[in-house]
């Protein structure tokens, strides 16, 4: 559904009301009142009860209606049945945003469905905006907005959260207290009826208090919707996520290659790739990354520094940066020089640079200023494990010092538990991020990195291809009046070359006497292919053969593929398709896309051949593909070197497969009527990339609202 995309009442309201304030303690209706109280909230607040009296020292209002016009946010939570009544009255006095506690909804089954429906339309019709239904609230710290009946308040701080599990959200703000975590916002979407992810990302990527956005969500309804607001997002600000749970794939069967290789989550992967959304797989990670983005700025470069006091956890840390896409720096001869002045001889001076057990805060201070100066250090991380004799405070000192300095990103890593505690409270309070262990802490400097460089990045480039779409239509209108739900590979060929795809010459033979005569006129060696349309998977029925030399292989070969088919029920064999073989050194990969219901075409790139499924080696994207997509999803699959060619092969044409790639994107969004598609295998090879076999799978819904021409 569409939302309200005025924000500002819900998050700054001058005045709150509580419909369903309670005196008893204990019930979320004085919950809300007493965390609204207590959190020092300077506006106004309205307790509303029919009983009239007082709460908290509050005077109460006997009905919403009774509300000051042009109220700026209600907080409901009546009993579910008496919702769309406190709606009413809030909508008569204007109200301008509403919190909905209440539960009951959509999560209780069809009836809530429909009331909650109902309460999201009325609302927007209204020019309420809506959090909720079945949510615990939101909490802004910058006005001591606690509108949750949550028992804790974070700490104020750059962090935004945003949840659809009101679990989590109560599990999060009990574990970030005294973790130096602080948040700005702190919001619980609950059944996302109206505000979901999309507007709180448009929200926060605007709040100047917010310097990092974090989300957890389990299905996002949206998808387009979603990477248009992401992609809005992260050229402001980071935005990590968790993305739970999978959505039970498209119905379908997996009858092709492509509806098998893609899972449920690929859609959900592409978006946040697209889009930048750096994506985590847990909490904890989550707040290591928060932690990065909130304190630091951005590095210039990937090159880390690792200072330690132990050999262990600096190679840790240097394997975590080769996984992670991070850069031992190579120093300077001139910075080596420097250390090995003042540290002890059997000290290692290059990175990472260990300056042995007993370094006190003087050696980490002054090998910090040394290395932070070095032009080809971008970041830096200082690991400390606390041996006996080092004063785990006074280091953390100076490495706040230093880290203030430096100009340059500096996170900490000291490991342990009892001893260092409160070293990391030094650190955090400086705003030095501060870390268990050498991955985390590189896991999270390699977020900085990646984000950086998201920032930085060309605006993508979309291609259109001249294309005769109107004949591509007309095969396919031809196909669906003939009940054909397929197209296979010599119907879906005229598609192809009306998009100018590089296609294979192939002729229809009706006969093997055509058959000879066509072979001829391609110039053998050939390949001989069953020509029919309920057959689409051909060689499963022997239906293809390869690399015939001379008339006498071709005509046996008409004669056993054909024998072959006539075995099949109900296929209508019309002949066989004489092809050209592909060059010889081809690699075969695949292409093809299929719908999602959420984010709609899912383009798919793949080495081809026989073990596909089983490799499950792919690259998605969601069409429409730019230029960068394409080269990305190429270069992105393991089998990417077997592509550039191993043991003096030559490289294939990776301009030609890119161009296959954009072409099937066009053609994606150019016709919401079919359904998936799969070309397997283009034979990619030096000079070029041929579609040997193609196949469209069409469908009654369209997706999406893709002009379909005149
Ligand atoms: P299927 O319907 O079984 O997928 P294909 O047309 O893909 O039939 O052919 C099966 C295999 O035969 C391909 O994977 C490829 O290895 C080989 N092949 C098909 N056409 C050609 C061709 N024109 N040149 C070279 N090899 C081909
Ligand atoms: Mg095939």
Redesign the pocket.
């Known amino acids: 559904m569409e939302q309200n995309e005025n924000l500002g009442p819900l998050f700054e309201p001058s005045a709150v009301a509580v419909v369903g304030a309670s005196r008893a303690p204990g019930k979320v209706g004085h919950l809300v009142v007493s965390n609204l109280v207590h959190a020092g909230y300077q506006g106004k607040i309205l307790p509303v009860n029919p009983s009239g009296g007082e709460i908290l020292g509050l005077p109460v209002t006997a009905s919403a209606g009774e509300l000051p016009e042009g109220l700026d946010l209600a907080v409901v939570c009546v009993p579910r049945d008496s919702v769309m009544a406190a709606l009413r009255d809030l909508a008569a006095i204007r109200c301008k945003a509403v919190v909905v506690i209440t539960a009951g909804f959509k999560e209780v089954g069809r009836e809530g469905y429909h009331l909650e429906e109902e309460a999201a339309r009325f609302c927007l019709d209204h020019q309420m905006a809506m959090l909720g239904p079945n949510c615990l609230g939101l909490i802004n710290t910058a006005n001591r907005l606690n509108a949750t009946f949550a028992a804790s308040v974070p700490d104020p701080g750059e962090i935004a959260f945003f949840s659809q599990s009101g679990a989590l959200c109560v599990a999060i703000l009990d574990a970030a207290r005294g973790k130096g975590i602080g948040f700005s916002k702190f919001v619980s979407l609950g059944n996302k009826a109206s505000i979901d992810e999309i507007g709180m990302l448009r929200y926060l990527k605007d709040d100047p208090g917010t310097k990092v956005i974090l989300g957890y969500v389990e299905n996002i309804n949206d998808g387009q919707g979603f990477l248009r607001a992401a992609q809005e997002a992260t050229i402001e600000k980071p935005v990590v996520m968790i993305k739970s749970g999978s959505t039970p794939s498209g119905a379908r069967a997996a009858s092709s290659h492509t509806g098998a290789l893609a899972g449920s989550d690929d859609a959900y992967r592409a978006a946040f790739t697209q889009s930048g959304v750096i994506r985590v797989s847990g909490v904890e990670q989550m707040f290591n990354l928060a932690q990065a983005f909130s304190f630091l700025d951005l590095p210039a470069g990937p090159n880390l520094c690792v200072i330690t006091n132990a050999g262990g956890p600096g190679i840790l840390a240097a394997d975590a940066a080769d996984r992670l896409g991070l850069l031992m720096a190579p120093l300077r001869g001139q910075t080596i020089e420097e250390l090995r002045s003042f540290l002890p001889p059997w000290a290692a001076v290059y990175n990472p640079v260990d300056i042995i057990g007993d370094a006190g805060a003087e050696r980490y201070a002054r090998a910090l200023d040394v290395v932070a100066a070095d032009s080809l250090v971008h970041m830096v991380l200082a690991v400390l494990t606390p041996t006996p004799a080092v004063d785990v405070e006074a280091v953390a000192e100076a490495v706040a010092r230093q880290a203030r300095v430096s100009g340059k990103p500096v996170a900490a890593c000291f490991m342990g538990e009892e001893r260092v505690a409160r070293a990391r409270d030094i650190l955090r309070a400086a705003r030095v991020p501060c870390y268990d262990y050498p991955e985390a802490a590189v896991e999270a400097l390699s977020a900085l990195y990646v984000h950086a460089e998201w920032k930085k990045r060309p605006l993508p480039v979309e291609v259109c291809y001249m294309s005769n779409k109107f004949q591509a239509r007309d095969v396919m209108e031809k196909a669906q009046a003939k009940g054909f739900t397929e197209l296979v590979?010599f119907m879906a060929q005229d598609v192809l070359k009306a998009y100018g795809l590089p296609v294979?010459k192939t002729v229809l033979a009706r006969t093997s006497d055509e058959a000879a005569q066509a072979a001829k006129s391609i110039g053998y060696p050939v390949?001989l292919?069953i020509a029919s349309p309920q057959i689409?998977?051909?060689?499963?029925i022997g239906?293809?053969v390869?690399?015939i030399e001379n008339e006498e292989e071709l005509r046996q070969s008409f004669l056993n593929i054909t024998n072959r088919a006539r075995r099949v029920k109900e296929a209508y064999v019309l002949g066989c398709l004489v092809?050209?073989?592909?060059p010889k050194g081809?690699r075969?990969v695949f292409a093809g896309f299929k719908r999602d219901p959420q984010f709609g075409p899912l383009v798919l790139f793949g080495l081809?051949?026989v073990y596909v499924e089983v490799l499950r080696d792919v690259s998605c994207r969601l069409a429409p593909l730019s230029l960068q997509d394409v080269s990305e999803m190429v270069r992105e699959v393991r089998s990417y070197p077997i592509l550039r060619g191993v043991r003096g092969e030559p490289p294939v044409d990776f301009k030609a497969i890119e161009d296959v790639l954009l072409t099937l994107s066009q053609i994606a969004v150019d016709f919401p009527q079919i359904e998936e598609c799969d070309f397997?295998?283009v034979?990619a090879h030096p000079g070029g990339a041929?579609v040997?076999?193609a196949?469209f799978t069409l469908g009654k819904t369209v997706h999406g609202k893709v002009d379909n021409g005149a």
Do not use: F, T
């Not at 689409?536 to 499963?540: A, C, E, I, N, R």
């Not at 092809?579 to 592909?582: I, K, R, S």
């Open positions: 590979e294979p390949a292919k689409s998977h051909k060689s499963d239906g293809v390869v690399g092809q050209e073989m592909a081809s075969e081809g051949g397997n295998p034979m041929l040997v076999d196949r």
